[in-house]
Nanobody, 111 residues
Framework: VQLVESGGGLVQPGGSLRLSCQASGFNFRKYYMIWYRQAPGKERELVASISNTGEWTNYRNSVKGRFTISRDNTKNTGYLQLNSPTAEDTGVYYC?????WGQGTQVTVSS
């Protein structure tokens, strides 16, 4: 039972990046997926969530219109598309389903 994030890295302000969260060992279709992030010295915060079918999504205000959460239930994978990121989006990004957390992937926004 695990979640594995990937796709993080260094991105320039205004660029784009797609994070992936690959699930294994449980019924992926049953659960909402939530992406969190944690910046250095700050608390972990919720970024976006998506329902088990993908019908419903929700975003924190600061990323609305720039980030897109999605999922492919045939691939047991969720995604977080980061468009036009800013330095304030820098942090470790985690996916969570039920009580399972991934290990996180680092996103650094810098020129």
């Amino acid at each position: 039972v695990q979640l594995v994030e990937s796709g993080g890295g260094l991105v320039q302000p205004g660029g784009s990046l797609r994070l992936s969260c690959q699930a294994s060992g449980f019924n992926f279709r049953k659960y909402y997926m939530i992406w969190y992030r944690q910046a250095p010295g700050k608390e972990r915060e919720l970024v976006a969530s998506i329902s088990n079918t993908g019908e419903w999504t929700n975003y924190r205000n600061s990323v609305k219109g720039r980030f897109t959460i999605s999922r492919d239930n045939t691939k047991n994978t969720g995604y977080l598309q980061l468009n036009s990121p800013t330095a304030e989006d820098t942090g470790v990004y985690y996916c969570k389903m039920d009580e399972i957390w991934g290990q996180g992937t680092q996103v650094t926004v810098s020129s």
